[in-house]
């Protein structure tokens, strides 16, 4: 048996190079970072953990949910009412939803106080600046979707303010929305926006951004500088 | 049978002798990643695979008072049937064909005829239903007498409940 699984894992390993792709990826060197500064290097992994528990309870949650605003409602609390497990899941990408927010920002935090942005990283910066733009995406079209009261007006709300840009103000209103006002046509359109689109532009721009993290390594933890302070 | 060990491929698994500080964490992050995993997988999939354990909700139908069903003459009942379809709820217009001899137990009759679907009538003079399309004759008990039908009539469960008939409009097939 054991002879058996070895036997597979080489045959992958000689094919692919699996373990060398493992060795980059899951043993490569980083900065020595002590205590609670090790921590804040955790925070990325921990925004990537999140995306791929919303992905999972995203898709469940798309398995038993209607974007049309006849059943949109029903559908939710048929979810929670329900299904095995389903306010668990619900609750799961609820929270997922708002703590994705939080660790991408505290992320970014860690990436501009230690100065890590900086050359040759700044594409790595970008790529991580276009990923959060998408994650604010999801917030708001995913904040609609369960269309109770506070969904729809907050999303009257964010369309307006939308509405508000000089000249092309009353377009952008209506690409947002697909129609005058909100109607079918928005819930729609916020549910292909969620579940369609903004998921392949992360998972490729995760793609990116991880790969110039691995390409560049990892930046040390900045250090005090032996010359005097001014 | 061994296998090959290729050079270059780090597949040989080291036997664990002393078990150090990155050892230690390393399987300490892989045993709490498990049983987070395990966790989060359980639900997901408690979730994903429910429908097939679920209990259906069954949409009795309430006919109104048994007592007002008088024995010997069969009555055609219309009702409203509502359906719950997870989300989706949804009604339906639809009669039964109720039958009673004694006041206390009840027979309701699917009110479409086995033979091809027609509404059959009862026929007070002669006591049986008959259906107009093709001749077809059936007793109170739902039993074929004479005509085309391959089966009896088709039933609907019937229960009581307080004092009020409730049917299951569901047809299960007498053979």
């Known amino acids: 048996m054991k002879d058996c699984a070895l036997a597979a894992y080489s045959w992958v390993c000689e094919r692919t190079g699996l373990d060398q792709v493992w060795t980059a990826l899951m043993e490569r060197h980083i900065p020595e970072a002590k205590g609670w500064v090790g921590l804040l290097y955790t925070l990325g992994s921990a925004t990537m953990m999140i995306f791929t528990v919303q992905a999972v309870t995203g898709f469940l949650l798309a398995t038993n949910y209607v974007p049309s605003p006849d059943h949109a409602y029903d559908s939710v609390r048929y979810i929670d009412a329900a299904v095995l497990f389903g306010r668990v899941v619900r609750g799961l990408h609820h929270w997922g939803a708002s703590f994705m927010v939080v660790f991408a920002v505290l992320h970014m935090l860690r990436v501009y106080f230690m100065g890590s942005y900086k050359y040759p990283r700044e594409a790595t910066w970008l790529a991580g600046v276009g990923l959060l733009l998408l994650v604010l995406g999801f917030s708001f079209t995913g904040y609609l979707l369960p269309w109770d009261q506070k969904a729809y007006w907050a999303t009257v709300v964010g369309t307006t303010i939308a509405g508000q840009t000089p000249v092309v103000g009353a377009w952008i209103a209506n690409i947002l929305r697909g129609t005058d006002g909100m109607g079918a046509p928005t819930l729609s359109r916020f549910y292909a926006l969620h579940v369609l689109a903004l998921p392949a532009l992360t998972a490729g721009l995760i793609g990116v951004h991880l790969f110039l993290v691995v390409w560049h390594g990892i930046s040390e933890p900045p250090k005090r500088s032996p010359g005097k302070v001014p | ?175």
């Open chain 2, 1 to 175: 049978m061994s296998a090959p060990q290729e050079p270059g491929c780090g597949c040989k698994a080291k036997p664990p002798e002393n078990i150090g500080r990155r050892d230690f964490l390393t399987r300490a992050t892989v045993a709490l990643g498990a049983v987070i995993a395990a966790a989060l997988s359980a639900t997901g999939l408690g979730y994903f695979i429910s429908p097939a354990f679920q209990r259906r909700d069954e949409d009795w139908v309430d006919l109104g008072r048994a007592g007002e069903f008088k024995a010997g003459s069969p009555a055609l009942v219309e009702f409203t049937q509502r359906r719950r379809d997870a989300w989706v709820t949804s009604e339906r217009r639809s009669s039964a064909w109720v039958v009673t001899a004694d006041g206390k137990n009840f027979t309701a009759f699917d009110p479409r005829c086995t033979h091809l679907g027609c509404p059959y009538r009862w026929d007070a003079g002669s006591s049986r239903f008959v259906c107009p399309c093709h001749t077809a004759v059936f007793g109170p008990d739902g039993k074929v007498i004479s005509g085309p039908p391959p089966r009896p009539l088709d039933q609907y469960a019937t229960k009581i409940a307080g004092n009020r008939l409730m049917i299951l409009p569901k047809a299960e097939k007498k053979a």
